[in-house]
């Protein structure tokens, strides 16, 4: 599994394991959203990978979306997502995680305008793990 990959998955099933994270989010964290997801939700938004001496570079973002607590519910959100990725110790297959850390957070209503939309980024650095004979 590349290390891109490995990463999405480990962070996945930590926003999917953080119970207040869940809570707030109503358990709708995606991927790939359904076009009837109910607010608020989040969604794993873009990412980059580069190389890095012995491995890679991450950058990531998460969106959330909001409206009926608009953004101080966004904002809520972010900080749960803060809370459980910054600094996370995170397992991830064929891969070690070296750190994953905040780079910063956004908030804006959307065209709509009842809807925000939050975004927060990482950056983390992964080291493939080689299988000694």
């Known amino acids: 599994m590349n ?16 119970e207040a994270l869940t809570a707030l989010a109503g358990g709708r964290i995606h991927d790939n959203v359904p076009g009837d997801t109910a607010l608020p939700y989040i969604a794993l938004g873009d990412n980059d990978m580069r190389d890095w001496p012995g491995g890679a570079e991450h950058r990531l973002a998460l969106h959330v979306f909001s409206r009926g607590g608009g953004r101080a519910e966004a904002k ?7 809370a459980a990725l910054h600094d996370a110790a995170l397992t991830l297959e064929g891969h070690a995680l070296i750190n994953l850390r905040f780079l910063d957070a956004t908030t804006r209503r959307e065209r709509d305008g ?6 927060i980024r990482f950056r983390a650095v992964t080291e493939e793990i080689f299988d000694t004979p």
């Open 76 to 82: 809520a959100i972010m900080g749960a997502a803060n």
């Open 114 to 119: 009842v809807t925000w939309r939050g975004t």
């Open 3 to 18: 290390a891109d990959l490995a990463l999405q998955k480990a962070i996945y099933a930590r926003l999917m394991g953080d």
